[in-house]
């Protein structure tokens, strides 16, 4: 059988080449964040993990994300001591700005191995749109720019998630992949907007039987059910020995934050933001009321306490209600029909609807759609043609994310390079559609990815030609609500696909 | 810039007059047979370009190869530049940042006598003009990068961003369209596939020695070889006029060039008299390089005057009488220091005093050449001066005339690249006052000879020699870069060259090509094996060793002599190409893929 080249090894070798040269390149507080979690796992007993405040920068990610820094503190003290003392805020020597990074190279290995996964259980006649597929996922400018520029570990996170999405695709190894799942929710709780999809699966094509909904699996139901405790316990319990729970949960769950982040992210309330905006112009000749400490308001958008001067304001119920409400959608169809393209489908919607009506999105979480969408983007012509808005919208809207100009040029040219080269390919793997296509929306989408580019070149630099330092919200604000247009419609797009296949 | 290129239908006329010499007829863009039946790529590269393999056109590869070489080597340069942090003087960024500084701060007859001392300008004017369009954008941002005086040894961040963006957008400009068009044309011209152009196109554009030094330790020396490429795609072209005046702006830029001069000119020489003949060709290219050296030096003349009439001297803080005339003193005795062409000579006699240091020993610093491996065994220092640059001279027309002797005979455009070479490591192992990043010049064309039919190909050992020339290279520029804490672009940007080639010590896969000898295909295996163990055992030691505490240098010392060894190889080789390629020996050079000379592209 021939293999499809370039190989995915042979990529991430190149890619991790580039990944190296990247070291010296701006990086976050989230470098400050993780070293500081290295620290305290490290030298501090596990009752202090979830309580030390000595770095502004707490853990809040769950427990096995705690072994997993305490597993890597474990090499960090052999590479440098300095790097693991809890009161040695801000240290970044190269030894710790190259070990922190290479932790992250390599522990995308995991990806690639979800990756490789992927392809060799793809059968011969879409083997090569899914090789297209996993190496536009190995080489993404979304991880490029957030783990290996910006700092975080979503590329071994994402490889779990795959590593789980690709053994739900065989019955035999459907238990493993609740289970991977169930970790992974253990080492990030961003993940629970997936859960929902997950839920239903789950259910459906493994605790049910196959042929009627009444007769339920017990072996089955045992065998997950006992192993998703066994998993939180070994999370949880030492936490919950201690008496913990209470502080972790309000570690992970911090209620008080704002609806947007520190700028917005793509999403409807970010299109609700701009409509109001927009509604204080046009207010008085509507003879509506302006709430003007809203109006004043010089940091909207900015920090977390938004409020809106004229649309009503948006409470986290809200949120809570809207996202359930979509994802309670897309759940209905898969519980119908529990195959694998709709279960992905699930999935992709769920992270969408979270992501889109969610309380205090970061932009970050554009992953949770893009990634999974990937890996059905090439179905057919139909499904790329909701993909592509959302490629381009995603990553650009990741573009606010760095903004020293030495990287620049990295970001602006990679995702170019990375949309222009899959987006090129898709279109050439992706087969015919079995039904109609609908014309508009690819009118749309094409319109909509000519328009990126003058908007780069506007928020990069025309801006600050013509109105200097005064009215900097109005580029991250253009970014936005130029983003948040390609995702809704791409979601829009993709629910239309989903429904009517 | 370099040649106009339309765009021209995809299969236009195949070889003209002398195809028939052609062993085949697989002249056609598209892969030739013997490439369609490979089933798996030879080495990374090809597989990275896997997919493009069906594609008759350059142009759907070419801005992805254009984008990823631009990204490498941008994060190249966010790690540190030569000089970084090392005061009092700071180094080669340094000194591009400075004459930015002088050419927009002083009047043009004082740039080649300011401050000597302080990185004063020793290159040639079209560097001066450079440096003044830079400073002179560079200002717009921020003026305290260039103000004078008080910017020397500035470290801003940001300034360091403006400096990268001038070295690659420069690089953008001249290097990168000129090699583009040069490996279309020779391709063609070769009859090589679009593809393989492609592959050799990302082997030269990724050379880990071009990058390291331009984009990491921080000069322009890819605008020199971007004009002598361009220089070359004219005489591909046929333009033999154009290619004078882009070798001019080689020079112009960078003296250095003179490395390739004699083989230009025995090129240019070699077809104005055979196959007959041609004396309005000869005085045509004659007539041209004049007007074109005049050009480049006219701004600094009429600068020179116009300063003169506004009572700018070149030597503002001397009083009394001006000091005497640079390189010939004595010339004085018959120029008249109140004449009105004066100042002129004195300043065109300053610019060829400081772009010609001859007053230097014979090498500066640890290179890889013959004088300073020699000078490993016998201390050269206790020789006079004067023999030790009679002999410079008597070893490196030596090497040199065989190649020229050759490209004079058979004018061939096939031929440049590796007479290029030859003459380049001539120059490089045996002239005076090379300096270690010289060895990028013959580095250059020996990588264009990967463009030819044979450059990639399962049955050559091109790229064994070609990558083993360039890996040696970058080794041999390693203290240059580690001096600066340059060790980790260092190595990613060399492994991965050699990674993307197969080539040791990532793979064997370059070695015993299809249908050599086995005694041809051993013997370069072991001896290129031999100077690779040895690299990777330098390294080792040179990380965990000392050197011992009389010896400091002994390190250095034993990567010169190394070098110094494969370096004689490699212009053994390229003297041996130039052989065989040329048809001189009846033997050697049969059916060796020949390729007839073509007259022309159009």
Known sequence: MAENFPTLGQCALVAGAFKVLLFPAYKSTDFEVHRNWLAITNSLPLSRWYYDTTSEWTLDYPPFFAYFEWGLSQAAKLVEPAMVRVFNLEYDSWRTIYFQRWTVILSELVLLYALYEFVAASQLSTKRANHAAALSILLSPGLLIIDHIHFQYNGCMYGFLILSLVWARSKSTLLWSGLAFAALLCMKHIYLYLAPAYFVFLLRAYCLHPKSVMRIQFMNCIKLGGGIVAIFAAAFGPFAYLGQIPQLLSRLFPFSRGLGHAYWAPNVWALYSFADRVLIYVAPRLKLPVNLDAVNSVTRGLVGDTAFAVLPEITPNTCFALTLFFQALSLLKLFNQPTWDTFIGAVTLCGYASFLFGWHVHEKAILLVIIPFTLIALKDRRYLGAFRPLAVAGHVSLFPLLFTPAEFPIKTVYTIFWLILFLMVFDRLAPASPKARFFLLDRFSTLYIAISIPLIMYCSLGHRVVFGKAYEFLPLMFTSSYCAIGVVGSWVGFMVVYFAS | ?602
């Open chain 2, 1 to 602: 810039m370099a040649g106009p290129s339309p765009h021209k239908p995809r299969n236009r006329a195949k070889k003209p007059a002398g195809a028939s010499q052609l062993r085949t007829s697989i002249t056609d863009n598209t892969l030739s047979p013997s490439e369609t039946v490979i089933k798996t790529p030879l080495f990374p590269l090809a597989s990275l370009l896997w997919p493009a393999r069906g594609s008759t056109s350059q142009w759907n590869v070419l801005p992805f190869i254009l984008m990823a070489v631009g990204l490498f080597r941008w994060a190249a340069g966010l790690w540190g530049y030569s000089g970084h942090q090392k005061p009092p003087m700071f180094g080669d960024y340094e000194a591009q940042r400075h004459w930015m500084e002088i050419t927009t701060k002083l009047p043009i007859s004082q740039w080649y006598f300011h401050d000597l001392e302080w990185w004063g300008l020793d290159y040639p004017p079209l560097t001066a003009y450079h440096s003044w369009l830079c400073g002179r954008i560079g200002a717009l941002v921020n003026p305290d990068w260039f103000a004078l005086y008080t910017s020397r040894g500035l470290e801003d961040p940001t300034l360091k961003i403006f400096m990268r963006a001038t070295a690659m957008v420069s690089e953008y400009l001249i290097y990168i369209p000129a090699t583009v068009i040069f490996v279309r044309r020779f391709s063609r011209a070769c009859g090589a596939s679009t593809w393989s152009a492609s592959l050799a196109l990302v082997a030269i554009l990724m050379q880990p020695a071009t990058i390291l030094i331009d984009h990491v330790h921080f000069q322009y020396n890819t605008v020199m070889l971007g004009f002598v490429i361009a220089t070359l795609s004219n005489i591909l072209a046929g333009r033999y006029m154009w290619s004078a005046v882009f070798f001019v702006a080689a020079l112009g830029f960078k003296q250095m060039a003179l490395y390739y001069a004699f083989a230009i000119f025995s090129f240019l020489l070699g077809i104005c008299i055979s196959p007959r003949l041609n004396p309005s060709r000869f005085i045509g290219i004659a007539l041209v390089t004049i007007a074109a050296f005049a050009i480049l030096v006219l701004p600094i003349v009429l600068g020179t005057l116009y300063d003169v009439r506004r009572g700018i001297g070149p030597h503002p803080g001397i009083d009394g009488p001006p000091p005497s005339l640079p390189l010939f003193p004595q010339l004085a005795h018959y120029l008249d220091p109140e004449a009105s062409y004066y100042p002129v000579i004195e300043q065109l006699l300053q610019m060829v005093h400081r772009i010609f240091p001859f007053a230097r020993g014979l090498f500066e610093d640890k290179v890889a050449n013959f004088w300073c491996a020699l000078n490993v065994v016998i201390k050269l220092r206790k020789y006079p001066s004067d023999l030790l640059q009679k002999a410079a001279l008597v070893f490196t027309l030596a090497s040199i005339i065989p190649p020229n002797l050759i490209l004079l005979l058979r004018p061939r455009k096939q031929l440049l690249p590796a007479a290029l070479a030859a003459t380049a490591w001539g120059f490089f192992l045996f002239s005076y006052q090379v300096h270690e990043k010289s060895v990028l010049l013959p580095l250059m064309p020996m990588t264009l000879m990967l463009t030819g039919k044979r450059g990639l190909s399962r049955d050559s050992d091109f790229r064994a020699w070609v990558g083993f020339a360039n890996l040696l290279g970058a080794w041999t520029m390693f203290p240059l870069l580690q001096r600066v804490d340059l060790g980790v672009p260092y190595a990613v940007i060399t492994l991965l060259w050699a990674y993307l080639l197969g080539l040791p010590p990532t793979s064997l896969s370059a070695y015993f090509p299809d249908g050599q000898s086995p005694w041809l295909k051993w013997g370069t295996a072991v001896l290129h094996g031999v100077f690779y163990a040895a690299m990777a055992a330098w390294h080792v030691v040179e990380a965990f060793i000392m050197p011992p505490a009389d010896k400091p240098d002994l390190w250095v010392v034993v990567n010169v002599g190394i070098g110094c060894a494969g370096f004689v190889l490699c212009y053994l080789w390229c003297l041996w190409q130039l052989v065989v390629q040329s048809d001189l020996l009846p033997v050697a050079g049969q059916g060796k893929g020949k390729v007839a000379d073509l007259r022309k592209t159009k």
